[in-house]
């Protein structure tokens, strides 16, 4: 009977007919097998593709071949209609044998179509099938590769699951229907089952998929499908009570598939390891033919999809809900151990190690579903903060916020707030938080878990030391660059002391060392100590990760830039950027932070088109990633509108760069450095779209606030004030442009020397605002000492062209990672 319901699976229908060759022929088609788990919809395919083209054969008949004994009789039962001896008169195995025969030669049809349904073992039917016609068989057993040519049938895609359940469930809306089918895994026969249980009951998909949660295996077992001749229930106890004759090994291995995700599970996960498991378990990994075997068996019987090219098992997820419910509650518990403790074995050692970032990502998938946070084993909980470790390094930080808030939640209730189990959390926490750029939330939580870690762990212990090298970073969020460099200067004498001096732990406090001073623009400090950073790394024993690796080589190229040294920044970031690309990938965001500062160098260089180009790609990688309301989105906008103001295009820097400025302030405040940063380029724009006023107001209102604060933190922004006087020289006032370029190159002798690129940049400012108000000496004075300088090496790029063609040089702002 046809399934009226019948919805989707054009393209199988479409690939069974082609590969039947369309009308029978003198080219006779090998048997089409289709293979699938229970439940997927095999038979049922088979029945609409006997419907549809019924028209093109004489005889259509179906057998039911699910054991043996059923074939010979329902063979038999053709006779009649093919004129041969009947059962009753030769007995059924001769009568089966005269119809074979007939089909075979045709006499008296030669257009005929057998659909042997649900045949487990090939050499059972193989006999039976006739040549010479179309033969379409459906199974669970993957043996049939070897006498047919299979045809995977898999579950609905989920356009297919929406338009079979609304055709199924009148009034049911679109996005009711997804919920419904990804709860159900697009499982043809649970999607009738749900469907027809809806429909005659009028149950709200909300209740029906609490019951789901609640007790899978008695709903589907429930309200079997007049469509199907089996319900969910049945169907899976069916194959497992077969698998359970040939393979207890393989019912076993089910069994622990059922507590893992629904994602593929890597076949390494069923090996032996430290971490202690039953003996009944360990016995069977001890012997890893019969576990291949088992494996071998799961995919026979359709209760597994065994992946050979990536060494993966995946079971469907309402057969492990079933496999699930079918233990009782203490085996549940005990199984799910057991789980634990695979996961727990086929975890890499070391979450920093790119390397083994394929075989993390595999595990994650597992975490969840697993219940690894129930877990009070110290090995499993372990596992679970190397978890968080390599999301985090990964660059997946929303992921990893997830995994570690709700690792705090049940490790907190079960265990108190000062487990240690917990503060490990709570600083992977935190870190986490600061990367998504919630800046007060991981200050706050990190200055508490700070101090609980000194009272209860101790001021020298590991994960103290962790915390206050995070607690630096929360300081340079606020814009405290000063306190962030002196936490971290007593950082780095603990780790020294505790791990030595070129111990990696050490190396990183080392790195924000570096970062600290380059914020206060020691510029010179910073270069040394990423250097020193980057050559322990580099030539060490070898355990620097790749991320620690491109996070310092990406300082020093950056460094090497705010020191003036243009040439050898393109040269470093570039070099920088290619190891991202080839240790890490191309859109890790410390890859990408190496593309955006490689960007900035290159339009310091005066290289502005490829600044453009990498701006640009490093901008709509970024966004995509994280949206517009993060630090590093946010960063990379700002150089993208620098390059944009650089290439002539004012307008879109325009836009770019005011849309920036507001969400500047929410993350760090108003009156952040970065944030008065954006705002001075903002400025920049208006002057440079001939609104000179504007500009001017906007940097005398952040000189105001620079001055209600002062500090030598700040003083790396002093280039605001060289914008401050071209604004008042575009607005005709030359004096007040000569006493601000007085004042601002005083202010940045004091903290550059004389050829580094800001100092020579506002001379070249003054000399013009001198000749404006008629100081001709003073002006000849500092150009004649700017053309010995402009004959070295600095500065260079597109400061030194605008120098030499005798036009006044504007400074913008990018702000520093932090």
Same mark, same amino acid.
């Given at each position: 009977m046809r399934n009226t319901n019948f919805t989707g699976r054009e393209e199988l229908l479409a690939q069974l007919r082609r590969s039947m060759g369309g009308a029978v022929t003198a080219v006779v088609p090998l048997p089409q097998a289709l293979h699938g788990l229970g439940g997927v919809g095999k038979t049922q395919l088979a029945v609409e593709y006997a419907w549809r083209y019924r028209s093109e054969y004489d005889v259509v008949w179906w057998i039911t071949a699910d054991q043996r004994v059923l074939v010979p009789p329902a063979l038999a039962a053709l006779a009649p209609h093919l004129g041969v001896a009947h059962a009753d008169t030769v007995g059924t195995e001769e009568?089966?044998?005269?119809?074979?025969?007939?089909?075979?030669?045709?006499?008296?049809?030669?257009? %005929?179509?057998?659909?042997?349904? =649900?045949?487990?073992? &090939?050499?059972? /039917?193989?006999?039976?099938?006739?040549?010479?016609?179309?033969?379409?068989? *459906?199974?669970?057993?993957?043996? %049939?590769?070897?006498?047919?040519? *299979?045809?995977?049938?898999?579950?609905?895609?989920?356009?297919?699951?929406?338009?079979?359940?609304?055709?199924?469930?009148?009034?049911?809306?679109? +996005?009711?229907?997804? $919920?419904?089918?990804?709860?159900?895994?697009?499982? &043809?026969?649970?999607?009738?089952?749900?469907?027809?249980?809806?429909?005659?009951?009028?149950?709200?998909?909300?209740?029906?998929? +609490?019951?789901?949660?609640?007790?899978?295996?008695?709903?589907?077992?429930? =309200?079997?499908? *007049?469509?199907? &001749?089996?319900?969910?229930?049945?169907? %899976?106890?069916?194959?497992?009570? #077969?698998?359970?004759? @040939?393979?207890?090994?393989?019912?076993? /291995?089910?069994?622990?598939?059922?507590?893992?995700?629904?994602?593929?599970?890597? @076949?390494?996960?069923?090996?032996?390891?430290?971490?202690?498991?039953?003996?009944? $378990? *360990?016995?069977? $990994?001890?012997?890893?033919?019969?576990?291949?075997?088992?494996?071998?068996?799961?995919?026979?019987?359709?209760?597994?999809?065994?992946?050979?090219? !990536?060494? !993966? /098992?995946?079971?469907? @997820?309402?057969? #492990?809900?079933?496999?699930?419910?079918? $233990?009782?509650?203490?085996? #549940?518990?005990?199984? @799910?151990?057991?789980?634990?403790?695979?996961?727990? =074995?086929?975890?890499?050692?070391?979450? =920093?190690?790119?390397?083994?970032?394929?075989? %993390?990502?595999?595990?994650?998938?597992?975490?969840?579903?697993?219940?690894?946070?129930?877990?009070?084993?110290?090995?499993?909980?372990?596992?679970?903060?190397?978890?968080?470790?390599?999301?985090?390094?990964r660059g997946d930080y929303r992921t990893a916020r997830e995994i570690a808030e709700e690792l705090l939640t049940k490790w907190t209730g079960k265990a108190g707030p000062i487990d240690p189990d917990v503060l490990i959390v709570r600083r992977h926490l935190g870190n986490v938080l600061w990367q998504l750029g919630q800046y007060d939330r991981s200050y706050t939580l990190n200055r508490e878990t700070l101090a609980m870690m000194r009272e209860h762990l101790g001021p020298e212990h590991e994960e103290t030391l962790g915390v206050i090298n995070n607690f630096g970073a929360n300081l340079r969020a606020r814009g405290e660059f000063a306190a962030a460099r002196k936490t971290d200067l007593e950082s780095r004498k603990l780790h020294e002391k505790v791990f030595g001096v070129t111990d990696q732990r050490t190396l990183r406090v080392i790195n924000n060392l570096a970062l600290d001073y380059a914020l206060v623009s020691e510029f010179e400090a910073a270069f040394r100590e990423y250097e020193y950073a980057y050559l322990e790394q580099s030539t060490g024993a070898g355990s620097a990760s790749a991320w620690d690796i491109l996070n310092t080589m990406n300082g020093l190229a950056r460094v090497a830039r705010l020191r003036g040294d243009f040439a050898d920044a393109c040269d470093l970031g570039a070099d920088a950027y290619d190891y991202g690309r080839t240790e890490l990938r191309i859109d890790h965001p410390l890859t990408l932070m190496a593309a955006k500062d490689l960007s900035i160098a290159k339009r310091m260089s005066g290289d502005v088109r490829e600044a453009l180009e990498l701006a640009e790609f490093t901008y709509a990688k970024l966004k995509a990633q994280f949206g517009m309301a993060h630090p590093d989105t946010l960063a990379a906008a700002v150089n993208l509108a620098n390059a944009q103001r650089k290439s002539g295009d004012l307008q879109s820097a325009f836009e770019l760069t005011r849309d920036a400025v507001p969400r500047y302030s929410e993350i760090y405040g108003e009156h952040h450095p970065y944030t008065l940063g954006c705002r001075s380029n903002l400025a920049l724009v208006y002057r440079l779209r001939g609104h000179p006023a504007e500009a001017c107001k906007i940097n005398e209102e952040i000189g105001s606030i620079m001055r209600a604060r002062p500090g030598p933190e700040h003083n790396y922004l002093l280039a605001y004030a060289v914008n401050l006087a071209s604004d008042h020289a575009a607005l005709g006032d030359h004096t007040a442009a000569r006493d601000i370029g007085v004042t601002t190159l005083e202010a940045l002798r004091d903290r550059f020397d004389e050829g580094h690129y800001i100092t020579f940049c506002a001379k070249a400012n003054l000399v013009l605002d001198l000749r404006a108000v008629g100081e001709q000496e003073e002006a000849d004075r500092l150009l004649a000492d700017m053309r010995e300088r402009l004959d070295m090496d600095n500065p260079s790029g597109d400061h030194r062209e605008a120098i030499l063609a005798g036009g006044r040089v504007d400074m913008d702002f990018d702000p520093p990672p932090l």
């Amino acid at each position: 009977m046809r399934n009226t319901n019948f919805t989707g699976r054009e393209e199988l229908l479409a690939q069974l007919r082609r590969s039947m060759g369309g009308a029978v022929t003198a080219v006779v088609p090998l048997p089409q097998a289709l293979h699938g788990l229970g439940g997927v919809g095999k038979t049922q395919l088979a029945v609409e593709y006997a419907w549809r083209y019924r028209s093109e054969y004489d005889v259509v008949w179906w057998i039911t071949a699910d054991q043996r004994v059923l074939v010979p009789p329902a063979l038999a039962a053709l006779a009649p209609h093919l004129g041969v001896a009947h059962a009753d008169t030769v007995g059924t195995e001769e009568s089966a044998e005269a119809v074979r025969e007939a089909l075979q030669r045709g006499d008296p049809y030669n257009r %005929w179509l057998l659909v042997f349904d =649900n045949a487990d073992q &090939p050499e059972s /039917i193989t006999g039976y099938i006739p040549a010479n016609g179309h033969v379409l068989i *459906t199974s669970r057993n993957t043996r %049939w590769d070897t006498a047919a040519e *299979t045809v995977s049938v898999d579950v609905f895609a989920r356009t297919e699951s929406v338009g079979f359940l609304r055709k199924r469930v009148p009034g049911l809306g679109a +996005d009711e229907a997804y $919920l419904l089918a990804e709860a159900l895994g697009d499982l &043809p026969l649970a999607l009738e089952q749900a469907g027809a249980l809806m429909a005659q009951t009028a149950l709200s998909v909300g209740e029906y998929l +609490d019951a789901l949660d609640k007790s899978t295996r008695e709903l589907l077992g429930a =309200n079997k499908s *007049t469509e199907y &001749p089996l319900s969910m229930t049945a169907a %899976w106890r069916l194959s497992v009570t #077969q698998l359970e004759r @040939r393979s207890p090994e393989a019912v076993d /291995i089910l069994r622990y598939c059922a507590f893992f995700g629904p994602e593929p599970i890597p @076949r390494d996960m069923f090996r032996q390891g430290k971490f202690p498991l039953s003996s009944r $378990l *360990t016995q069977l $990994l001890g012997k890893p033919i019969k576990v291949t075997k088992a494996i071998g068996e799961l995919n026979r019987f359709a209760l597994a999809r065994i992946d050979s090219e !990536t060494r !993966t /098992i995946q079971v469907h @997820r309402l057969v #492990q809900a079933l496999v699930r419910d079918d $233990l009782p509650p203490d085996k #549940q518990a005990e199984t @799910r151990h057991e789980v634990h403790g695979l996961l727990a =074995n086929g975890a890499p050692r070391d979450p =920093n190690d790119a390397a083994s970032w394929r075989t %993390w990502a595999d595990l994650v998938a597992h975490l969840r579903p697993a219940l690894v946070s129930d877990c009070d084993d110290p090995g499993v909980r372990q596992f679970a903060v190397k978890v968080m470790r390599y999301l985090y390094r990964r660059g997946d930080y929303r992921t990893a916020r997830e995994i570690a808030e709700e690792l705090l939640t049940k490790w907190t209730g079960k265990a108190g707030p000062i487990d240690p189990d917990v503060l490990i959390v709570r600083r992977h926490l935190g870190n986490v938080l600061w990367q998504l750029g919630q800046y007060d939330r991981s200050y706050t939580l990190n200055r508490e878990t700070l101090a609980m870690m000194r009272e209860h762990l101790g001021p020298e212990h590991e994960e103290t030391l962790g915390v206050i090298n995070n607690f630096g970073a929360n300081l340079r969020a606020r814009g405290e660059f000063a306190a962030a460099r002196k936490t971290d200067l007593e950082s780095r004498k603990l780790h020294e002391k505790v791990f030595g001096v070129t111990d990696q732990r050490t190396l990183r406090v080392i790195n924000n060392l570096a970062l600290d001073y380059a914020l206060v623009s020691e510029f010179e400090a910073a270069f040394r100590e990423y250097e020193y950073a980057y050559l322990e790394q580099s030539t060490g024993a070898g355990s620097a990760s790749a991320w620690d690796i491109l996070n310092t080589m990406n300082g020093l190229a950056r460094v090497a830039r705010l020191r003036g040294d243009f040439a050898d920044a393109c040269d470093l970031g570039a070099d920088a950027y290619d190891y991202g690309r080839t240790e890490l990938r191309i859109d890790h965001p410390l890859t990408l932070m190496a593309a955006k500062d490689l960007s900035i160098a290159k339009r310091m260089s005066g290289d502005v088109r490829e600044a453009l180009e990498l701006a640009e790609f490093t901008y709509a990688k970024l966004k995509a990633q994280f949206g517009m309301a993060h630090p590093d989105t946010l960063a990379a906008a700002v150089n993208l509108a620098n390059a944009q103001r650089k290439s002539g295009d004012l307008q879109s820097a325009f836009e770019l760069t005011r849309d920036a400025v507001p969400r500047y302030s929410e993350i760090y405040g108003e009156h952040h450095p970065y944030t008065l940063g954006c705002r001075s380029n903002l400025a920049l724009v208006y002057r440079l779209r001939g609104h000179p006023a504007e500009a001017c107001k906007i940097n005398e209102e952040i000189g105001s606030i620079m001055r209600a604060r002062p500090g030598p933190e700040h003083n790396y922004l002093l280039a605001y004030a060289v914008n401050l006087a071209s604004d008042h020289a575009a607005l005709g006032d030359h004096t007040a442009a000569r006493d601000i370029g007085v004042t601002t190159l005083e202010a940045l002798r004091d903290r550059f020397d004389e050829g580094h690129y800001i100092t020579f940049c506002a001379k070249a400012n003054l000399v013009l605002d001198l000749r404006a108000v008629g100081e001709q000496e003073e002006a000849d004075r500092l150009l004649a000492d700017m053309r010995e300088r402009l004959d070295m090496d600095n500065p260079s790029g597109d400061h030194r062209e605008a120098i030499l063609a005798g036009g006044r040089v504007d400074m913008d702002f990018d702000p520093p990672p932090l």
